[in-house]
Every structure is written in C-alpha cells, then in structure tokens.
Nanobody
C-alpha cells in the first residue's frame, strides 16, 4: 500500500506561484509513475501532469504546459508540482496519484493510489 499526502495549496493572486508536494509512505514510489490531477467544483477530475518512475519523462495537459512543472525526488519519496503564472481557472483541489501502467497515462482509473487533495484557489 502507498499512502500519499499532498501539501502546499493555498490562496494566491492571479500570476502568482505555488509549489505542491506529495509525500509518500508505506512503500517506495520509485517504481511508480506519478501524476497530478485536479477537480474544480461541479467538474470531473482532470489530468494535469505526469512523471515517469525515474523522472526522465514528463507529460502535461495542454492547459498547464509551459506554466507547471512536475518533478520527483525518489530518495525523499516525494513528488512536486511547481505552478507558475496561475490563473483563476486553475482553482481546484489538486490530487497526486501513483500508477504502474504504461507511461504516460491521463486516465484516473489507471492510478492505483490517491492522496486526499490540497485546495488551490487563485483570485483574480
């Protein structure tokens, strides 16, 4: 079992930055591809970014490409999401998740483990 805990969310003005962290416990995530998803009120959960198990490959949703950066530190069992140039439409609960399917995967059902989420609110 892998337990995931997100942190780093908060309230920020448009154009600002936040760095989310996802700390894993219970098992090493070094053999898992990791992803970030988000869910806004009244909307389905959507893919944001993914990183391969060694960190050599990344993949982004078009809506965040060039603004968000996913990274990982397997020695710390942690995944990060650096979010720059934030927009009000980025407001959502952000979740990290772990997968062992083929990389990249953007589908929620291909991720076996999920965190509880952290709220990101971007004011205009």
């Amino acid at each position: 079992q892998v337990q995931l805990v997100e942190s780093g969310g908060g309230l920020v003005q448009a154009g600002g930055s936040l760095r989310l962290s996802c700390a894993a416990s219970g098992r090493s995530i070094s053999t898992y591809h990791m992803g970030w998803f988000r869910q806004a009120p009244g909307k389905e959960r959507e893919f944001v970014a993914a990183i391969s198990w060694r960190g050599g490959n990344t993949y982004y949703a078009d809506s965040v490409k060039g603004r968000f950066t996913i990274s990982r530190d397997n020695a710390k069992n942690t995944v990060y999401l650096q979010m720059n140039s934030l927009k009000p439409e980025d407001t959502a609960v952000y979740y990290c998740a772990a997968s062992r399917t083929v990389f990249p995967t953007t589908r929620t059902y291909e991720y076996a483990y999920w965190g509880q989420g952290t709220q990101v609110t971007v004011s205009s």
